[in-house]
């Protein structure tokens, strides 16, 4: 006699930054217990890898959270994590005045992508020699490196190089290579790729807090998912 299986409900989301259709399922037990062991561990690079298994296996596979920008993957987590136990969340705020928490609970659907109406052109013309085109950081770079200098950060976001006879591919060249690319660079052009990352998108929502304790006002914003691993 074979046991019974139960039917998980299917829903739709939006990737933020590409407008791209994700179909996904909530989390079930064994998802759960992935989210267990990472808040046990307290390593950010273990709340990530734990989020991107988590969007894999809701979404049937057809995503490789690797690949994602960390916006996009933030953004798909928190909508699984709705799906899965609920529309709202609460956390722990701490008063930057009296330095006392008081227990809030957040609409999830406040927790939204800013920024994607105002990004700077991706493409950094260098010189009349190339173009370097970038794109935003992935799970997958924060996950591979633990310290990073700009340098480092910067050549992880460098999608291809284009010039007037091809598109060269980051991924043909050796990380050697692209470090001695990016730091053989005009110091002008390195600026223009550094703005465009201090503009990314981000997961983030601002709330308008009056502390019980101490009354005073403040605007507390929360982002990122760390608060989901309680």
Do not use: W
């Not at 930054?17 to 561990?41: Q, Y």
């Not at 809701?58 to 709705?82: G, H, N, P, S």
């Amino acid at each position: 006699m074979s046991l019974p299986k139960v039917e998980t409900p299917i829903f739709e989301t939006t990737v933020p930054s590409t407008g791209e259709k994700i179909k996904f399922r909530p989390f079930l037990v064994k998802e759960e217990k992935i989210l267990m062991l990472a808040s046990e561990s307290e390593e950010f690079k273990d709340m990530i890898t734990a989020c991107g298994q988590i969007i894999e296996n809701c979404t049937f596979d057809k995503v490789d959270a690797t690949k994602l920008a960390m916006f996009d993957m933030q953004d798909l987590f928190v909508r699984i994590r709705e799906a899965s136990i609920g529309s709202t969340q609460e956390f722990n705020l701490i008063c930057g005045e009296c330095s006392k928490s008081t227990k809030y609970e957040m609409e999830l659907k406040d927790l939204t992508v800013k920024g994607l109406d105002s990004l700077p052109d991706n493409e950094v013309k260098v010189g009349e020699e190339f173009v370097i085109k970038m794109r935003y950081p992935r799970a997958l770079d924060v996950v591979a490196e633990d310290k990073q200098s700009d340098i480092d950060t910067i050549a992880n976001c460098i999608e291809s190089i284009i010039t007037e006879e091809e598109e060269v591919s980051i991924d043909d060249v050796t990380k050697e290579e692209l470090q001695e690319f990016v730091e053989n660079l005009p110091v002008e052009s390195f600026s223009e790729m550094r703005e465009f990352l201090r503009a990314i998108p981000v997961l983030t929502h601002n709330i308008d807090y009056k502390c019980p304790h101490c009354e005073a006002e403040q605007l507390i914003n929360i982002n990122g998912y760390e608060h989901f691993f309680a």
